[in-house]
């Protein structure tokens, strides 16, 4: 079984910073995908970037980027010049590849807010 | 085209009622499943199915049914609600297609059982 660790419940930056969201997964398999999702308060879950675990080059999304360290079962996200509108929960998921059912697993989330 | 349709939205139970949440998705994805999410523990997968008269539990499968009798629509069910299935429950649809995938999740329900 896969599982998901989210170590920062809650964290915060000032508008136009940088900020670094942590992710670390454990798996035995060698095929995955990698996903940062994005919870406002409106619970719509939104795709934020994905990352294929035979890529070795990071997912970048415009402001979103990934740090992949696939060793390290580190699967970090950052996002650059921080809008309030990026206030949200974000939830790091881990999907088995050839996995009948695109079963996800989830970690426990990261609440971020963007003060002005 | 309105994606992964949940309802409703909100709802209040009283412990030992019955409730079924209806889910449907109209981009004939081959793949649904249904989620609950909880403070701290982020979503966990309740069911899946894998194709229509096709099921199978996932994590936290105790206390709800599914059924999947038509590609689009796929209902979870609660047989006697209790205070601990209290949650925000998602369903999604995906496909998966040589490497290339769609995700899509319905808006949520939020239940409350007292």
């Known amino acids: 079984a896969q599982t998901v660790t989210q170590s920062q419940p809650e964290m915060s930056v000032q508008e136009a910073e940088t900020v670094t969201l942590s992710c670390t997964y454990d798996?035995?398999?060698?095929?995955?995908?990698l996903f940062w999702y994005k919870q406002p308060p409106s619970r719509q879950m939104i795709l934020v970037i994905r990352?294929?675990?035979?890529?070795?080059q990071n997912a970048t999304e415009n402001r979103f980027s990934v740090n992949f360290q696939k060793a390290a079962k580190s699967f970090s996200l950052k996002i650059s010049d921080s809008q309030l509108g990026d206030t949200a929960m974000y939830f790091c998921?881990?999907?088995?590849?050839?996995?009948?059912?695109?079963?996800?697993?989830f970690g426990g989330g990261t609440r971020l807010m963007v003060k002005p | 085209n309105a994606g992964v349709t949940q309802t409703p939205k909100f709802q209040v139970l009283k412990t030992g009622q019955s409730m079924t949440l209806q889910c449907a998705q109209d981009m004939n994805h081959e793949y649904m499943s249904w989620y609950r999410q909880d403070p701290g523990m982020g979503l966990r997968l309740i069911h899946y199915s894998v194709g229509a008269g096709i099921t199978d539990q996932g994590e936290v499968p105790n206390g709800y049914n599914v059924s999947r009798s038509t590609t689009e629509d796929f209902p979870l069910r609660l047989l006697s609600a209790a205070p601990s299935q209290t949650s925000v429950y998602f369903c999604?649809?995906?496909?998966?297609?040589?490497?290339?995938?769609?995700?899509?999740f319905g808006s949520g329900t939020r239940l409350t059982v007292v």
């Open positions: 990352q294929e675990a035979y890529k070795q």
């Open positions: 798996t035995s398999e060698n095929n995955y995908y």
């Open positions: 998921a881990f999907m088995k590849g050839n996995n009948a059912g695109n079963m996800l697993t």
């Open positions: 999604a649809s995906s496909y998966s297609f040589r490497g290339l995938y769609g995700y899509t």
